[in-house]
């Protein structure tokens, strides 16, 4: 029942994302006078359709997203007719080319937007007392000697603040130095901290600065587990809830990180709760990319998410909120692909339909807004990889006239030709690597390495 729930989702979320790319293509191609030949809801085999003036639009047999077939649009195909695509102006043949990526980012920006007015999580912990978890190492409240289960009792101006105080006064004083009080075994302390950041105020964290917020009081539930990781390694399954990592009693993600941060990757024992019974696991973390591409000590899964509390923001909160995450997921996109051409990211983090899959299954698990955050993240990942500069993607035709503009001049239709061939070998070769890199990490692969 999972996998057959998983692939519906699969195939609608896939299908109306590339829908909406060939949808921009196709309208800004017929806005140019561009004749399109075949607009498809599917690949392969035509079922049914109709015909309207040049265009052919159909339902094709898988149902696999769509595309657009443009006349003369084949890479180093001449121009025969002022109706093909090649026929157009250099500028409008970039505009077809961007329509597609532009539309991926609207429609994420969209489903953001109407689950920011619908179905806002804001985590539960942010209206709560600043208690405290953890305080990594080398951090400005370690070196003021604060210790987890401290309290924070003053931050800049406020008395007894929240965690939402703490974060918002800290947007407000980055880099600066404010009052702060906090107590420790009962025990108020007044002095000062400096507010640290290493970059922009949307990369701030309060990690930083050294507070690890307490988000809950219930252990961290495993959600699901990477393959060949040390937790997968070890035993642990879905359902199973630490308790504890070498005695020591942490309930989010983030404070158990940076406890294996700071113990440098030594070996520890976990005891996790299986049904209502305790187990003792030992294992070691390993040290491999984090979602932002940083590299960090991981015990390899993914945890339940921690109490929210739903809002419905107005419309002009929404659309804010729409942006700031959208900037934000563009950015860490951006920085991931910047590690990745720079060899600091491997190639192995990436994901394939299977990946995907897994990731829209585990999503359909949480209820149908989480579906929605999911698909908006895989358009926006769609629309920024497609404008990446290479042959056969929509930034690679963009960069050919962007070529051709400035020497005044068509390359050569043997070189284009040429250049695309090899292209798309690589883009198979690629595609071949990713998914049998999706089959090696799930667990009836397991013992295939790369």
Not at 196 to 211: E, N, Y
Not at 316 to 325: F, I, M, Y
Not at 337 to 361: A, D, E, W, Y
Request: a neutral charge; glycine letters at 8%; proline letters at 5%.
């Amino acid at each position: 029942m999972d996998f057959l729930l998983t692939a519906v989702y699969f195939v609608v979320v896939l299908g109306i994302i590339v829908l909406v790319h060939e949808f921009g293509h196709f309208a800004v191609a017929k806005l140019c006078g561009v004749r399109v030949e075949t607009f498809s809801i599917g690949f392969g085999k035509r079922l049914f359709g109709v015909r309207r003036g040049d265009t052919d639009y159909r339902i094709s047999a898988l149902p696999f997203g769509g595309y657009v077939k443009m006349a003369g649009d084949n890479p180093g195909e001449a121009a025969t007719d002022p109706g093909d695509f090649n026929a157009h102006p250099r500028w409008q043949r970039v505009l077809v080319a961007l329509a597609g990526p532009i539309c991926n980012f609207v429609l994420a920006f969209l489903i953001v937007f109407v689950v920011s007015m619908y179905h806002h999580e804001v985590e539960q912990y942010l209206g709560h007392p600043a208690v405290i978890e953890w305080v990594p190492a080398k951090t400005p409240a370690a070196a003021l000697g604060v210790q987890a289960g401290d309290t924070i009792v003053h931050f800049d101006t406020i008395e007894n603040p929240t965690w939402r105080d703490v974060a918002e006064r800290s947007l407000l004083n980055l880099k600066q130095t404010v009052p702060f009080s906090y107590t420790h075994d009962g025990h108020r302390v007044n002095t000062s901290i400096l507010v640290k950041s290493d970059g922009a105020q949307d990369d701030f964290s309060l990690d930083d600065v050294g507070f690890i917020p307490a988000l809950q009081d219930a252990p961290i539930e495993v959600l699901h587990l990477e393959s060949g990781m040390p937790a997968a390694q070890a035993g642990m399954q879905p359902g199973d809830k630490i308790v504890s990592i070498d005695g020591i009693q942490l309930h989010s993600v983030g404070a158990l990180l940076a406890y294996m941060q700071d113990q440098a990757g030594k070996p520890a024992t976990l005891v996790i709760l299986r049904k209502g019974q305790p187990l003792t696991i030992h294992l070691t973390p390993q040290i491999s990319d984090a979602a932002n591409g940083d590299k960090q000590y991981r015990l390899g899964f993914q945890a339940m998410p921690t109490p929210t509390n739903i809002e419905h923001l107005p419309f002009r909160a929404a659309l804010a909120n729409s942006w700031k995450t959208n900037k934000h997921d563009s950015k860490l996109i951006l920085s991931v692909l910047r590690r990745l051409f720079g060899g600091t990211v491997s190639v192995k983090n990436l994901s394939g339909p299977i990946g995907i899959g897994q990731q829209i299954g585990l999503a359909a698990k949480m209820g149908i807004w989480t579906v929605l955050m999911v698909m908006a993240s895989i358009s926006l990942n769609l629309g920024i990889f497609n404008l990446l500069p290479f042959p056969v993607l929509d930034g690679g035709m963009i960069l050919f006239l962007a070529v051709e503009a400035v020497i005044r001049r068509d390359i050569s239709q043997v070189w284009k030709e040429r250049i695309y061939q090899a292209a798309f070998i690589v883009i198979i070769l690629f595609a071949a690597f990713v998914i049998f890199n999706d089959m090696s990490k799930l667990s009836l692969f397991s013992h295939v390495k790369l």
